[in-house]
C-alpha cells in the first residue's frame, strides 16, 4: 500500500514488467496488506466499544480516539469524566510542533480564567507503565527494538514490556495520545493531551501516560499550521483551533456515531499483515529488509459492515 | 528541547521543583541539545554548498534541500541540470498520503501535454547503495538498528552500512529527499521527487535513490492537505500546489540567498549532540531509553553568523 510509486497509471500504461536492471535481484511477489485483508474473516474484526471511544469535535471535522483502560486505567476514567462534564467543550488545540505533536487544553490553564474541574480530578499518578498482569492481549513481534526488551501489540495498541521489570506500557507512535504534565509525575490528569504527529517520539516511552489512540481523522491534527520555534505553541490566540466538544461515544445518539472496527492484533490474520510489512515482494522492491519497526506496523482500521 | 510540557510558562508559575512521585527515581539534570548546541565553536558548522543546494520555490515560501552528491552522484547531477533547464518549473506537488511523503512532478506526466526533457536524462540507473569508499565521512552510532548492520551520520546525512556487502546509504528519515519511480530500477532519473513527512518509511531504503534532505521549511509540506486513500494523490487538479521554480542556489544572486549552516555530523559536538538525545535528564525525564533511534537524532541547522 505505500509503494513509492510514480503514479500508478504510470506502471500499467508504460506495461512495466519484471525486466531487471543491472545488478539488481528479483524479489518474488508476497501477499501485500491489501491482500492480506481481503482474506481477513469477520471475526478478525472488533468493533469500537462506544464506552471506550473519544469524538475530539472540531471546525474541520471529527478525530475518533480508542481508549485503552487496561494501560490507563485512572487517566481512562477521569478523561472520560471530563469530557462528560463538558471540561475540554470550548477550549483548544494550543499547539502544533512540527514531527512531534498537537497538543489540546485550556489556553487560559495558568491565567485567573482558567476553567475548572468540577467532579473530576484535576492531577493524577502517572500510570507511565502498568503490571504485566493488566495485560492479557500482548502479542510480541519477533523484531529487535532498541527501546524495550519485548514490542508488540496489545488489544490494538502498539505496546512494550519488560519482563524482568514486570512492567508494560504503550508506545510514541504515530497517532498515539498522551497525557501533558508538568516536571512532577503526578502533575497531568488529562486536562491537556497530546497526539504523536511525527516520527516516533519513543524517549517519553516510560515517561507520561499513554492513553489510547487515534483511529480516524489524523490528517485533521497532522495538517494543523505549525507554531513557532522551538515547541510550536500558538502564542497568537488567533492561530489556535477551537474544539467544539470532547464526547464520550457511548453518550452519542447511535445515528450520529462513526462505525469503525479495528482488526484484532492478537489474530492470526493480523500477523499475516505485521509479515507482509516486515517483507515485502516484486515487482517493486527490490531489497526486502525482513524486519518491521513497531511504530510502521499499520494497525488496520475500516468501516464496519452492518 | 522536545520534552511533552504544558506550556513553559506553566512550569514557572506553578514554581515546579524536583519533589518526586512515590515510586519515581530521580534522574540527574544533563545537558540539553540546546546546552551543547550553545557550547559549539564556529568550527563545528558549515555552510551550505550553494552548488548542491536547491530552492523549491512554492506559493508558501521556499524550502531548502541540501543534495548528497557523495551518495548519488548521477542523480544530484541530472537533478540539477534538470532544474537548469527549467524542468520543474510550473509543475505541481501531486501527492500527499499521511505519514509518508509529499511527492512533486508532472501531473501530465502519461499524456500528451507532457513536459519534455531537454538536455538531461529522464531515466538513470539507480544509485540505491553506494560503495563504501564513496563515504569519508561516517560516524557510527552504537545504537542498533533493525535495517542496518551499522548507522550513524555522514556529511550531515543519517546513513546506514553494510561492511559484508561494503555498501553504503542514505536513510529514509523525516526531510530525506528521493527519487520516485516505477517498476523498474532504472525507471527513475529525478522528474518526480519525494519528500518523507511521517515515521520513517526505512523499508524504502535500498530501495530507490536518496538524493538529499530538507533542512529549511519543512513546515510547508508537512501540512498540506492529504490527498485520496489510499496513496495520496491528488486526483483534483485544483488540491495540486504550483512549483514556481527548483533553482540550484549558486545561480542565485548571494542577496536572494538562505544563509544557512549545518553541525558537522564528523564533530565531537555533534557527537555530544547525539548523547543529549540518547541519555536525557532531570527534572521532566524520570526514566532515560540509553538509546537513539537514527532517525530522531537531530541534525542542527541554523542561520549562518556574518
Redesign the interface.
Known amino acids: ?2 509503494a ?8 500499467l ?2 506495461g ?7 545488478g ?1 535481484k528479483e524479489l518474488p511477489p508476497r501477499p501485500s496488506v ?1 491482500d492480506v485483508l481481503k482474506g481477513s474473516k469477520p471475526g478478525d474484526w472488533r468493533p469500537l466499544d462506544a464506552d471506550n471511544t473519544l469524538y475530539l469535535e472540531l471546525p474541520q471535522g471529527r478525530v475518533v480516539i480508542e481508549l485503552a483502560p487496561s494501560f490507563a486505567p485512572n487517566h481512562v476514567r477521569n478523561i472520560k469524566a471530563l469530557a462528560r462534564e463538558h471540561f475540554y467543550d470550548g477550549l483548544a488545540i ?1 499547539r502544533s ?5 498537537v ?1 489540546w ?1 485550556d489556553p487560559h ?2 491565567d485567573e480564567q482558567a476553567r475548572q474541574v468540577k467532579s473530576a480530578q484535576k492531577t493524577l ?2 500510570e ?1 507503565t502498568v503490571p504485566l498482569s493488566n495485560d492479557k492481549q500482548f502479542t510480541r513481534m519477533r ?5 524495550a526488551p519485548q514490542v508488540g501489540h496489545s488489544g490494538g495498541f502498539p505496546a512494550a514490556r519488560d519482563p524482568k521489570a514486570g512492567q508494560t506500557w504503550l508506545t510514541h ?3 498515539m495520545v ?1 497525557v ?9 490528569g488529562g486536562t ?1 493531551l ?1 497526539v504523536v504527529t ?11 501516560t499513554v492513553v489510547g489512540r487515534v483511529v480516524a481523522g ?2 485533521i491534527l ?5 507554531g513557532p520555534a ?2 510550536g ?1 500558538y502564542e497568537q490566540p488567533g492561530m489556535q483551533v477551537p474544539i467544539g466538544a470532547v464526547k464520550v461515544a457511548a453518550d452519542v445518539p447511535e445515528a450520529e456515531r462513526v462505525r469503525l472496527e479495528v482488526l484484532r492484533t492478537e489474530s492470526p490474520t493480523y500477523q499475516a499483515v505485521l509479515d507482509a ?1 516486515r517483507n ?1 515482494g516484486g ?7 525482513n ?3 513497531l ?2 506496523a499499520q494497525i488496520p482500521v475500516r468501516e464496519q459492515k452492518l
Not at 523484531?143 to 527501546?147: C, H, I
Open positions: 500500500m505505500q513509492l510509486q510514480k503514479k500508478v497509471v504510470a506502471a500504461v508504460l512495466m514488467t519484471a525486466v531487471l536492471a543491472a539488481a491489501g494550543i510542533q512540527d514531527n512531534f505533536v497538543q487544553g490553564e495558568d499518578p502517572g507511565f523484531d529487535v527494538d532498541g527501546f507512535c504515530y497517532g498522551g501533558a504534565r508538568g516536571n512532577e509525575s503526578d502533575s497531568g491537556s497530546y511525527g516520527h516516533a517520539p519513543r524517549q517519553l516511552d516510560r515517561n507520561i489524523m490528517p497532522s495538517t494543523l499550521p505549525r522551538p515547541m505553541f510489512q515485502r515487482p517493486w522492491n527490490k531489497y526486502s529488509p524486519y518491521l519497526d511504530c510502521n
